[in-house]
């Protein structure tokens, strides 16, 4: 395929040696002139491992070259990638203006260049872009291409390099997303990144812009969390790189997708308690973890949020399908159900609740203890079926996935849904009062 690379930096730079390695006829375009120079005679403008010999060989084979015109670089091309830099503003904000500057001369280049053979152009965004960027700033750039006879898509397909090793990562990212939903640029994109070993995730622009945000947060929260816990420790004479190197062996729940599907809150038996205890190892050795100190606070938002959400319906009933922490389990203690039913009932709201393990009578030591003194009529707000807690119900609070509690709220189909749960399933994501926690 041919193919237009706008920007020449890190990520622009190893895109375009990538994809011309791959056999893709590739363009480079960079505004400054050093750059341009450099990778035409063969030399790469930034340090990057094994970057100088992709791009010689590139340059070599006649399939990679670089200019400082767009026009030149989109002459019949058939897909434009974006990689330009989205520094942060004054305020934080993400600055577009490299994303919108070389938009603008993409589209200007496009009453200069000739179309390709098949007719379209797809425009794809790599830079990083806040959610909502490709509605609002990339796709009316070309609205009128059709005037200067192109026919052009728009997509976000985020890069997932890490400098220093970003060739490797290149050929080995850890997913290939294509947000559109233009079916030719679908099909050009899957073409683009054929030689990869994976499918494609296909999803909408947004969630495509969203992903890389995500990732990077989660990365840097890493980093952050194994700092804190190495500071509290180390005032314990603990190693902290041997206590991580363990950890790290654990797949099932540490490195995993376990904890990762938003839903409600945290609660249980465990978590709540050793968090509070580590806060009080970290002042007790004059410690600062504010990632670990705002976590208790985050969590308790969730709660929060779910209150004011029921108050803002407007409603008075309430049916809550789930009490206990989490699913197969009668464990009510630091339950964030609990405290969800204990603020309703304390705002007035007539609540009733069914769990489907849940027997108070059968309750012991702490755990009967704790539901003791947080809903202590719970007899009263106890429903003996899940029809029962739902009947007139406005509001259905769930967290329980179980079959008869799915199969109730199908049934009763209440005004408002609010799945604290994450994966109901589609048949309930179909009702019409429907809505999810965090999406």
């Given at each position: 395929?041919?193919?237009?690379?706008?920007?020449?930096?890190?990520?622009?730079?190893?895109?375009?040696?990538?994809?011309?390695?791959?056999?893709?006829?590739?363009?480079?375009?960079?505004?400054?002139?050093?750059?341009?120079?450099?990778?035409?005679?063969?030399?790469?403008?930034?340090?990057?491992?094994?970057?100088?010999?992709?791009?010689?060989?590139?340059?070599?084979?006649?399939?990679?070259?670089?200019?400082?015109?767009?026009?030149?670089?989109?002459?019949?091309?058939?897909?434009?990638?974006?990689?330009?830099?989205?520094?942060?503003?004054?305020?934080?904000?993400?600055?577009?203006?490299?994303?919108?500057?070389?938009?603008?001369?993409?589209?200007?280049?496009?009453?200069?260049?000739?179309?390709?053979?098949?007719?379209?152009?797809?425009?794809?965004?790599?830079?990083?872009?806040?959610?909502?960027?490709?509605?609002?700033?990339?796709?009316?750039?070309?609205?009128?291409?059709a005037a200067d006879g192109w026919q052009v898509g728009t997509a976000m397909c985020p890069e997932f390099l890490r400098e220093g090793c970003g060739v490797a990562?290149?050929?080995?990212?850890?997913?290939?997303?294509?947000?559109?939903?233009?079916?030719?640029?679908?099909?050009?994109?899957?073409?683009?990144?054929?030689?990869?070993?994976?499918?494609?995730?296909?999803?909408?622009?947004?969630?495509?812009?969203?992903?890389?945000?995500?990732?990077?947060?989660?990365?840097?929260?890493?980093?952050?969390?194994?700092?804190?816990?190495?500071?509290?420790?180390?005032?314990?004479?603990?190693?902290?790189?041997?206590?991580?190197?363990?950890?790290?062996?654990?797949?099932?729940?540490?490195?995993?997708?376990?904890?990762?599907?938003?839903?409600?809150?945290?609660?249980?038996?465990?978590?709540?308690?050793?968090?509070?205890?580590?806060?009080?190892?970290?002042?007790?050795?004059?410690?600062?973890?504010?990632?670990?100190?705002?976590?208790?606070?985050?969590?308790?938002?969730?709660?929060?949020?779910?209150?004011?959400?029921?108050?803002?319906?407007?409603?008075?009933?309430?049916?809550?399908?789930?009490?206990?922490?989490?699913?197969?389990?009668?464990?009510?203690?630091?339950?964030?159900?609990?405290?969800?039913?204990?603020?309703?009932?304390?705002?007035?709201?007539?609540?009733?609740?069914?769990?489907?393990?849940?027997?108070?009578?059968?309750?012991?030591?702490?755990?009967?203890?704790?539901?003791?003194?947080?809903?202590?009529?719970?007899?009263?707000?106890?429903?003996?079926?899940?029809?029962?807690?739902?009947?007139?119900?406005?509001?259905?609070?769930?967290?329980?996935?179980?079959?008869?509690?799915?199969?109730?709220?199908?049934?009763?189909?209440?005004?408002?849904?609010?799945?604290?749960?994450?994966?109901?399933?589609?048949?309930?994501?179909?009702?019409?009062?429907?809505?999810?926690?965090?999406?």
């Amino acid at each position: 395929m041919r193919a237009a690379v706008i920007g020449l930096g890190y990520v622009g730079a190893v895109t375009a040696a990538g994809l011309a390695a791959r056999g893709h006829e590739v363009v480079g375009v960079d505004v400054d002139g050093s750059k341009v120079a450099q990778l035409s005679a063969g030399r790469s403008p930034v340090v990057e491992p094994g970057l100088v010999e992709l791009i010689g060989a590139g340059v070599a084979s006649g399939r990679l070259r670089a200019t400082t015109r767009v026009a030149e670089a989109l002459e019949q091309a058939e897909v434009c990638l974006i990689c330009v830099g989205t520094p942060s503003g004054a305020h934080g904000e993400t600055d577009l203006g490299h994303i919108e500057r070389a938009l603008g001369e993409v589209r200007e280049a496009l009453r200069e260049a000739t179309p390709p053979e098949g007719g379209l152009l797809s425009v794809v965004v790599r830079s990083t872009v806040p959610p909502g960027t490709g509605d609002q700033v990339v796709t009316p750039v070309f609205d009128d291409a059709a005037a200067d006879g192109w026919q052009v898509g728009t997509a976000m397909c985020p890069e997932f390099l890490r400098e220093g090793c970003g060739v490797a990562d290149f050929y080995e990212p850890p997913f290939l997303v294509v947000g559109t939903d233009h079916p030719g640029t679908r099909a050009q994109l899957e073409q683009l990144f054929a030689f990869l070993d994976m499918p494609a995730h296909h999803v909408d622009v947004r969630t495509a812009e969203a992903l890389k945000y995500a990732c990077n947060a989660f990365h840097a929260t890493k980093v952050v969390f194994a700092n804190e816990v190495a500071r509290v420790f180390r005032s314990y004479g603990v190693d902290a790189r041997r206590v991580m190197e363990i950890f790290c062996e654990d797949h099932k729940l540490n490195i995993a997708a376990a904890y990762l599907r938003p839903g409600f809150a945290f609660g249980g038996s465990c978590l709540p308690k050793d968090l509070r205890s580590l806060h009080h190892m970290a002042r007790e050795s004059d410690v600062d973890v504010p990632l670990m100190f705002a976590t208790l606070t985050s969590n308790e938002l969730v709660v929060r949020e779910v209150v004011d959400r029921v108050v803002a319906t407007g409603r008075c009933r309430v049916g809550m399908l789930g009490l206990s922490f989490k699913a197969d389990t009668d464990d009510v203690r630091e339950s964030p159900s609990v405290d969800l039913a204990e603020r309703l009932v304390g705002k007035g709201y007539d609540v009733r609740i069914y769990d489907p393990v849940l027997v108070p009578e059968d309750l012991v030591g702490e755990n009967r203890a704790h539901l003791a003194s947080r809903l202590p009529h719970l007899s009263r707000l106890l429903a003996p079926t899940p029809e029962a807690a739902l009947a007139g119900a406005d509001v259905a609070l769930v967290s329980s996935a179980a079959a008869p509690a799915l199969e109730a709220l199908l049934a009763a189909d209440p005004s408002v849904v609010l799945d604290l749960h994450g994966a109901l399933g589609p048949e309930v994501e179909a009702l019409a009062g429907y809505r999810g926690t965090g999406w």
